[in-house]
């Protein structure tokens, strides 16, 4: 599985963006996508992520503020943030969990992440 995401840039303070994230590949084998982000000198957080097409779940931070999505197909996964804060400058990484049979009965977990995309907000 191969993602790219698109969608940073630059933007004010109270601003809006969406970031999108297309997967390809085997895309079957993806169990649940998600966002997750890294400021300068911080450890990479997660912002929200989707299972199952519709179970989510939610920094609390993000929550109100990011509203994650994915397309019937399960290989598009989008992150609409609005009321964006300077704060909230980081690099945005998409992620996919992949599910896979490790012919014992039982599942491999593998993560797979995009480039990165930078979102800045500007004060």
């Known amino acids: 599985v191969q993602l790219q995401a698109s969608g940073g840039g630059l933007v004010q303070t109270g601003g809006s963006l969406v970031l999108s994230c297309a997967a390809s590949g085997s895309i079957f084998s993806i169990n649940g996508m998600g966002w997750y982000r890294q400021a300068p000198g911080k450890e990479r957080e997660l912002i929200a992520s989707i299972f199952q097409g519709s179970t989510t779940n939610y920094a609390d931070y993000a929550r109100g503020r990011f509203a994650i999505s994915i397309n019937d197909a399960r290989n598009t996964v989008r992150l609409q943030m609005r009321n964006l804060k300077p704060e909230d400058t980081a690099v945005y990484y998409c992620?996919?969990?992949?599910?896979?049979?490790?012919?014992?009965?039982?599942?491999?977990?593998?993560?797979?992440w995009g480039q990165g995309t930078q979102v800045t907000v500007s004060s």
């Open positions: 992620n996919a969990e992949l599910r896979e049979s490790d012919y014992e009965g039982g599942y491999e977990y593998t993560d797979v």
